[in-house]
């Protein structure tokens, strides 16, 4: 059974960096599409960006030029470089793991912008 693992979240300044990660195991992590969601109180939850296991990335537009995907395939982890933050970036991250129409989420982890 496919686990995943959030951390490094926290508290970020507007216009700093954090760097979010998240460990898979339960399965064969190559052969999975990954994924980080947000989800602030009160809003639905929302893709943030995806990672193909051929290593294609999407990212929302609100995200664009800011965030940066990627993943380590011999590490079995997945990550995501938040620059340039804002207030709006406060929510609860989700890792996600898909395959086959069949997706599994992480606990999450919170992540605050603000001074």
């Known amino acids: 059974q496919v686990q995943l693992g959030e951390a490094g979240g926290g508290l970020g300044q507007p216009g700093g960096s954090l760097r979010l990660s998240c460990a898979f195991s339960?399965?064969?992590?190559?052969?999975?599409?990954m994924g980080w969601f947000r989800q602030a109180p009160g809003k639905q939850r929302e893709l943030v960006a995806t990672i193909t296991y051929r290593h294609r990335t999407n990212y929302a537009d609100s995200v664009k030029g800011r965030f940066t995907i990627s993943r380590d395939n011999d590490k079995n982890s997945v990550y995501l470089q938040m620059n340039s933050l804002n207030p709006a970036d406060t929510s609860v991250y989700y890792c996600s793991a898909s395959f086959r129409g069949d997706a599994c989420w992480g606990q999450g982890t919170q992540v605050i912008v603000s001074s």
């Open positions: 339960g399965s064969t992590f190559g052969i999975y599409g």
